[in-house]
């Protein structure tokens, strides 16, 4: 199992900028690859993006494209690795709780394929 901690949000305006953090550590933290889910009050977990474990591809969700970016630092004796979600023009509609997620196992894009969950971290963004 994949131990995940996420750090980074907070309460910002319309059109400003935040950086989330997931620290990962355990059995496979930088083999695999990881993700950014939202979920909003009422609505389902959402995907948001997706990173290799070379950080060499990603993969955003429709709504976020453009405004997010996520990258990936890999300790060099890969026990521990860190996911950032860096979230530009951020929208009202962007409020949720983010979380982290490795262990994948299926559709990436869909919640029920990721085996390990952070403990999420609250985005508020003002209008």
């Known amino acids: 199992q994949v131990q995940l901690l996420e750090s980074g949000g907070g309460l910002v305006q319309a059109g400003g900028s935040l950086r989330l953090s997931c620290a990962a550590s355990?059995?496979?933290?930088?083999?695999?690859?990881m993700s950014w889910f939202r979920q909003a009050p009422g609505k389902e977990r959402e995907f948001v993006a997706s990173i290799t474990w070379s950080g060499t591809s990603t993969f955003y969700a429709t709504s976020v494209k453009g405004r997010f970016t996520i990258s990936r630092d890999n300790a060099r004796d890969n026990a521990k690795s860190t996911v950032y979600l860096q979230m530009d023009s951020l929208k009202p509609e962007d409020t949720a709780v983010y979380y982290c997620?490795?262990?994948?196992?299926?559709?990436?894009?869909?919640?029920?394929?990721?085996?390990?969950w952070g403990q999420g971290t609250q985005v508020t963004v003002s209008s």
């Open positions: 355990g059995r496979t933290a930088t083999r695999d690859p």
């Open positions: 997620a490795a262990d994948p196992d299926g559709t990436f894009t869909q919640p029920d394929a990721w085996g390990s």
